[in-house]
């Protein structure tokens, strides 16, 4: 009988135990570069969303010569002749159909202009705000709502947008009154129908401006920023006060101190501009240029980026 024995070969269990806790380490390590990586692809295209979204707002103003109309005619609730200014440059979006559907004439819950308040716009999405991953408004509206319009617009599944344009740094309610100077409108804290902005709210019917109105200069004025809609029960893209925000309250205001879907309906601090992505959030300049804001931006340059004719002397730090 020979001497030599086969040897068996093989992992003993301490082996293969340190064999699962090294890649339970590597993949440790790798998973926050990826999720880094993801998060860098959809601020990538967020920021291609509101360069869009901007360019059309050129393209709009180079044929008509002025922004699109944002206001309120009549009505209120589904019976509301409200045109919007995301619904005006929809033909410039590569949204031809919708826009075509759409009758700036009729109220906004009359057919067709109902199926056109439901349907979702791509390019109105940041991939990622993912609050109402359908891209319509669903649940129950908060107790203590302000106004009924609203609660239509959830009963009907509106869809909602995670951009909206910049009303100006002014304001009057809430935790922050401020009013800058000079100031192009006729009431200096107004910001909602007399925001100092780009586009405001304006149930006042002022003329839409003009991007020759911006004399502060394109590259140094915010144009479009972004929102997040369980945060504010005012982001309906179809209605013109559904798609504005203020600069008068801090970006990201109460984030990460407060469930803010629970206040989502206290408008006074929340018709403001809001981000998913983290410290900060992407705005578009006039001039297209996309630019992200962090949370810590001073808060009179901030308000100063919001202005068209302000006079002040801000701009964002690259």
């Known amino acids: 009988m020979s001497m030599w024995r086969v040897r068996r070969t093989g992992f003993t269990l301490v082996e293969l135990l340190v064999v699962i806790a090294i890649i339970g380490t590597l993949i440790g390590l790798l998973l926050p570069a990826v999720n880094a990586a993801r998060e860098s692809g959809r601020r990538s295209q967020c920021m291609n969303n509101l360069k869009q979204i901007t360019l059309a707002l050129h393209a709009f103003n180079d044929e008509v010569g002025t922004m699109p109309p944002n206001t309120t005619i009549s009505g209120y609730a589904g019976t509301e002749v409200s045109p919007s200014w995301m619904a005006g440059i929809l033909s410039y979006i590569e949204e031809n159909a919708l826009a075509a559907q759409n009758k700036v004439e009729l109220p906004i ?34 107790s203590g709502s302000c106004c009924q319009d609203d609660a239509w617009w959830i009963s009907i599944g509106g869809a909602i947008t995670d951009y909206k344009a910049c009303a100006g740094g002014n304001w009057d309610a809430g935790d922050f009154v401020v009013a800058q100077t000079p100031n192009p409108t006729t009431d200096d804290y107004d910001g909602l129908d007399h925001g100092n902005g780009i586009i405001c709210r304006n149930w006042d019917g002022l003329p839409p401006k ?88 001073d808060i009179n340059v901030y308000r100063g980026l919001a202005t068209i004719a302000g006079g002040e002397t801000v701009q964002l730090e690259n």
């Not at 705000?129 to 908060?142: H, I, Q």
């Not at 029960?233 to 803010?260: E, F, H, K, Q």
């Not at 992407?282 to 949370?295: A, E, H, L, R, T």
């Open 210 to 297: 003009q991007f020759k109105n911006v004399t502060d200069g394109l590259s140094r004025t915010f144009a479009v920023g972004e929102v997040v809609p369980a945060w504010c029960a005012w982001t309906d893209w179809r209605w013109s006060n559904g798609c504005t925000a203020t600069c008068g309250i801090p970006l990201n205001y109460r984030v990460g101190t407060m469930d803010l879907h629970s206040a989502w309906d206290d408008w006074s601090r929340t018709y403001s501009f809001f981000s998913m992505h983290p410290s900060g959030a992407n705005f578009s300049m006039c001039d297209g240029s996309v630019q992200y804001v962090n949370d810590s931006i």
């Open 109 to 142: 819950g009359q057919p067709p202009n109902l199926a056109v308040a439901q349907t979702v716009v791509r390019t109105f999405r940041c991939p990622s705000e993912n609050s109402f991953p359908s891209g319509r408004l669903s649940g129950s509206y908060p």
